[in-house]
């Protein structure tokens, strides 16, 4: 499951990857149209938000192949393929580095979610919210807001325990995403100021 909804004009699912093969860069990418998509008659907005700030315009697409551009081509592109984008009419989806879909759920970790316990939860502002395991582990925390903005982001190295305060964020609900080399855990947090 990426993280997306369904929305009124024609998408309902993200591009499946973002070009990397020398056709793409982070400021015009290509994505890889999905064929249940409808691909290019989809009728694809003519902006959209990358990061939450930086506004990319329809080119075209073609055979499958959407493409954008940074415009104003004065802006600074991100450093990688490593962006969250807002295609609008509540699409959002957020891609890694190497231009593939990050995947916030999988039915074959869904057994391991007892590994994992996230306290207190809803969380006031001033309070440290805990992310702990059941034993020593590796693992990276990402926390998206509601518009698939990345806002926290931390990796962490052999613990079992780890504390963040996160009193800088507004009120509201956020997605977790957490990952070790065995599993991906995705759970809501709510903040209350």
Known sequence: LILSSMISFG????????????QSS????????PNGNNG????????ITVDGSLTYSYVGCTGGNLEYILDPISQTPPDTFEMT?????G??????????????????????LNKLSIYPNPIYSSE???????????FKIRLFDLVGKVVFRKSYFEVQKASNRFSELDSGMYIARIETEELIIIRKIIIKK
Do not use: H
């Open 40 to 47: 290019c008659s989809a009728g694809w907005p003519a902006t």
């Open 85 to 89: 984008i807002d295609f609008g009419n």
């Open 26 to 33: 982070p400021d015009n990418p290509i994505f890889t149209v």
């Open 11 to 22: 998408q309902s699912e993200c591009p499946t990857t973002i070009k990397t093969s020398g």
């Open 91 to 112: 699409l959002v989806c957020s891609y890694d580095a190497s231009g593939s879909p990050v995947v916030l759920s999988n039915l074959e970790f869904q057994e391991n």
């Open 128 to 138: 440290i919210l805990n992310f702990e395991f059941s034993r020593d582990m590796s």
